[in-house]
């Protein structure tokens, strides 16, 4: 299929670990990138490729995938992780872009 | 460091055509390995990848469009303003959202970075 699916929300306890994780068939050919996007701000690139983070995204934010899901993790959660999380990649035709459905983080 | 902005009106009518722009500053449209798109997100839900144009390399003038929106859009590139815009004919009110334009990076996965700051566009009569 054409899509990439991921959970609505997710919560996790302040310090704690969370995966966000991101399921599509195009993903057994290609990685999933990773946006944080705050409450009327644009979304922001945390992860690219395999496991690349740009400069300044803290290294708490981590890649990983296998078969076709894809996963983000934040180790140490802290408030200001709060926000939604979209992921995006290849559709399984090669040729457009998708994003997922976006993951509501809540850290407790 | 590369700035996007767009502009464009807040507001458009049924059936008329939505026209933005997007004005990158701190680097050239020019530049190889880049992909210039728009993506959209309608209040309160996610977002939706609009259309791409490669304007070098073996694939200049390269564009690609999402399939639902195929046949309303049109993304174009001009360089001597270095800035590129977005047309989408025939809108309705499932076309009212937050555009955002933004620099796709080409390779096997692309990624979209950096973002504009987005700008709302209503569709109402």
């Known amino acids: 299929s054409s899509e990439l699916t991921q959970d609505p929300a997710v919560s996790v306890a302040l310090g704690q670990t969370v995966r966000i994780t991101c399921q599509g068939d195009?993903?057994?050919?290609?990685?999933a990138n990773w946006y944080k996007q705050k409450p009327g701000q644009a979304p922001v690139l945390v992860i690219h490729?395999?496991?690349n983070r740009p400069a300044g995204i803290s290294d708490r934010f981590s890649g990983s995938s296998s078969g076709d899901t894809a996963s983000l993790t934040i180790t140490g959660a802290q408030a200001e992780d709060e926000a939604d999380y979209y992921c995006?990649?290849?559709?399984?035709?090669?040729?457009?872009?998708?994003f997922g459905g976006g993951t509501k983080l809540t850290v407790l | 460091q590369l700035q996007l902005q767009e502009s464009g009106p807040g507001v458009v009518k049924p059936s008329e055509t939505l026209s933005l722009s997007c004005t990158v500053s701190?680097?050239?449209?020019?530049?190889?390995?880049?992909?210039w798109g728009w993506i959209r997100q309608p209040p309160g839900k996610g977002l939706e990848w609009i259309g791409s144009?490669?304007?070098?390399?073996?694939?200049?003038?390269?564009?690609y469009y999402n399939p639902s929106l195929k046949s309303r859009v049109t993304v174009s590139v001009d360089t001597s303003k270095n800035h590129f815009s977005l047309n989408l004919t025939s809108v309705t009110a499932a076309d009212t959202a937050v555009y955002y334009c933004?620099?796709?990076?080409?390779?096997?996965?692309?990624?979209?970075?950096?973002w504009g700051q987005g700008t709302l566009v209503i569709v109402s009569s």
């Open positions: 933004a620099r796709v990076v080409a390779g096997p996965s692309p990624w979209v970075d950096p």
């Open positions: 701190g680097g050239s449209i020019s530049s190889n390995s880049y992909y």
């Open positions: 144009m490669f304007h070098s390399g073996s694939t200049y003038g390269s564009t």
């Open positions: 195009s993903l057994r050919s290609y990685y």
């Open positions: 490729g395999k496991n």
């Open positions: 995006n990649s290849r559709d399984s035709s090669g040729n457009h872009l998708l």
